[in-house]
């Protein structure tokens, strides 16, 4: 299962440009040839990066690219703008012009001198790129969530199948309020668990426009839908407002619900199972392009008798127990407890420690690809922790409760909320 990273030789690496765009001959730096006590190229990391949009950017790829060992040296996405801007962001940081820049990530997964791929385009995508990557012989750091739980089981197994080191990519597990809050609710600091009471926003704030639009020059709008349903442009479908619709993702209770969701899951030691029973209720915008819920009331059973308890007003989440309680009460606030006695507590050598890099999620990624090891939030926690977000979803649209068997992912009889646990690709796309 651990494969051996294969190091791959810089210098040489052709420069591919695949939108048409010319390519420059550069000045290799001696930086880069791993002098002044850099580190070579042969020892790095090299990374492609699949959707350059606001977070693939400003977050994905500035953490990658801040790595002394880790190497970005193609990018992806449709939208020529971003396309363009993530390819200069990469030249100037390493002060060359050999960034390869792609419209088509199949360019990028057939590289075989790119180590890993970050994916970091809309929900709908996430998993068959990945799979593809996988297939490839790369390891993958993906963002979250899945589309359907099928899609998150048919990643795990994939992700077992070809040995590779998968990270969900969320900076939760390396916030630290969050991993303080998990490792005192584990080590009993509030008793016996009884409640997790979590709050997400409430999104979308308006229905959408469904008016068809023509495409822009920059978008390769066929590409953006991929496997999604044939739709007209507009431009409430893509970009951050993917979130709102169904077809490409499942709505603010994934958005958000994936982050502090996995909190709760990592507090109750349940993120490779979870709950056996779902109550809900909410409302959808009764017109416009947008369908995901946007309010909602929430309520899971586990089968240890915890509740997990989630409303839409919020980024907060609080853990109660037989002796005391713990809660941040907004998103990444300082934690508040009662009695305040368990903020001073010490976590003790023979006592659960959670595992974390503080550093955040690119890093352990990179730590993980070299050791092999399990990153802190892999594909299965990351297919779990989605789950419950698409149990919500799948409850909301059918107007019922559920009951839900986490060992077997199925509702026990039950067929048609089963039907919705996978949907169909438009051809040519599957996996």
């Given at each position: 299962?651990?494969?051996?990273?294969?190091?791959?030789?810089?210098?040489?690496?052709?420069?591919?440009?695949?939108?048409?765009?010319?390519?420059?001959?550069?000045?290799?730096?001696?930086?880069?040839?791993?002098?002044?006590?850099?580190?070579?190229?042969?020892?790095?990391?090299?990374?492609?990066?699949?959707?350059?949009?606001?977070?693939?950017?400003?977050?994905?790829?500035?953490?990658?690219?801040?790595?002394?060992?880790?190497?970005?040296?193609?990018?992806?996405?449709?939208?020529?703008?971003?396309?363009?801007?993530?390819?200069?962001?990469?030249?100037?940081?390493?002060?060359?012009?050999?960034?390869?820049m792609y419209r088509d990530f199949r360019d990028i997964i057939q590289r075989n001198d790119i180590d890993a791929v970050m994916i970091s385009t809309?929900?709908?995508?996430?998993?068959?790129?990945?799979?593809?990557?996988?297939?490839?012989?790369?390891?993958?750091?993906?963002?979250?969530?899945?589309?359907?739980?099928?899609?998150?089981?048919?990643?795990?197994?994939?992700?077992?199948?070809?040995?590779?080191?998968?990270?969900?990519?969320?900076?939760?597990?390396?916030?630290?309020?969050?991993?303080?809050?998990?490792?005192?609710?584990?080590?009993?600091?509030?008793?016996?668990?009884?409640?997790?009471?979590?709050?997400?926003?409430?999104?979308?704030?308006?229905?959408?426009?469904?008016?068809?639009?023509?495409?822009?020059?920059?978008?390769?709008?066929?590409?953006?839908?991929?496997?999604?349903?044939?739709?007209?442009?507009?431009?409430?479908?893509?970009?951050?407002?993917?979130?709102?619709?169904?077809?490409?993702?499942?709505g603010i209770i994934a958005d958000w619900g994936t982050h502090l969701f996995d909190t709760a899951q990592w507090a109750n030691d349940s993120e490779?199972?979870?709950?056996?029973?779902?109550?809900?209720?909410?409302?959808?915008?009764?017109?416009?392009?947008?369908?995901?819920?946007?309010?909602?009331?929430?309520?899971?059973?586990?089968?240890?008798?915890?509740?997990?308890?989630?409303?839409?007003?919020?980024?907060?989440?609080?853990?109660?127990?037989?002796?005391?309680?713990?809660?941040?009460?907004?998103?990444?606030?300082?934690?508040?407890?009662?009695?305040?006695?368990?903020?001073?507590?010490?976590?003790?050598?023979?006592?659960?420690?959670?595992?974390?890099?503080?550093?955040?999620?690119?890093?352990?990624?990179?730590?993980?690809?070299?050791?092999?090891?399990?990153?802190?939030?892999?594909?299965?926690?990351?297919?779990?922790?989605?789950?419950?977000?698409?149990?919500?979803?799948?409850?909301?649209?059918?107007?019922?409760?559920?009951?839900?068997?986490?060992?077997?992912?199925?509702?026990?009889?039950?067929?048609?909320?089963?039907?919705?646990?996978?949907?169909?690709?438009?051809?040519?796309?599957?996996?």
């Amino acid at each position: 299962m651990n494969k051996p990273i294969t190091r791959r030789k810089f210098l040489k690496r052709t420069s591919y440009i695949a939108t048409g765009l010319a390519a420059f001959p550069s000045i290799i730096p001696g930086s880069v040839l791993g002098k002044q006590g850099k580190i070579s190229p042969a020892n790095k990391i090299t990374i492609g990066m699949i959707g350059v949009g606001s977070h693939g950017t400003n977050v994905n790829l500035k953490s990658f690219l801040s790595q002394e060992d880790a190497q970005v040296i193609a990018v992806c996405d449709v939208d020529n703008q971003r396309l363009l801007r993530a390819g200069l962001m990469v030249n100037q940081k390493y002060d060359n012009r050999d960034c390869a820049m792609y419209r088509d990530f199949r360019d990028i997964i057939q590289r075989n001198d790119i180590d890993a791929v970050m994916i970091s385009t809309p929900d709908h995508w996430h998993v068959p790129m990945a799979i593809m990557a996988l297939q490839a012989g790369k390891d993958v750091i993906c963002e979250k969530p899945t589309l359907t739980i099928q899609e998150g089981r048919t990643l795990v197994d994939a992700v077992d199948r070809y040995g590779a080191v998968f990270q969900t990519s969320t900076e939760d597990r390396s916030v630290y309020v969050y991993h303080r809050m998990a490792e005192l609710v584990r080590n009993g600091r509030i008793g016996r668990l009884k409640t997790i009471r979590v709050k997400l926003p409430r999104e979308p704030k308006f229905p959408g426009d469904p008016t068809p639009m023509p495409v822009p020059d920059e978008l390769d709008w066929e590409m953006w839908l991929g496997p999604a349903p044939e739709a007209p442009y507009t431009k409430d479908r893509v970009h951050f407002n993917f979130r709102w619709h169904f077809d490409y993702s499942a709505g603010i209770i994934a958005d958000w619900g994936t982050h502090l969701f996995d909190t709760a899951q990592w507090a109750n030691d349940s993120e490779r199972s979870g709950p056996v029973e779902i109550v809900t209720n909410g409302t959808f915008w009764k017109e416009g392009l947008f369908n995901t819920p946007n309010e909602y009331h929430l309520e899971y059973r586990y089968e240890n008798g915890v509740k997990l308890i989630v409303d839409s007003g919020g980024t907060s989440i609080r853990c109660e127990g037989t002796e005391g309680w713990i809660e941040s009460p907004r998103w990444r606030a300082p934690l508040r407890a009662n009695p305040p006695g368990i903020l001073r507590s010490i976590i003790e050598p023979g006592e659960v420690h959670l595992f974390t890099c503080s550093e955040g999620e690119h890093r352990n990624f990179l730590d993980c690809v070299k050791s092999r090891r399990e990153p802190y939030f892999p594909a299965e926690i990351g297919h779990r922790v989605a789950t419950i977000c698409h149990l919500a979803n799948i409850s909301l649209l059918l107007g019922r409760d559920l009951k839900w068997d986490p060992v077997n992912e199925i509702f026990p009889e039950d067929e048609t909320a089963n039907r919705m646990c996978s949907r169909a690709m438009r051809s040519p796309w599957n996996i």
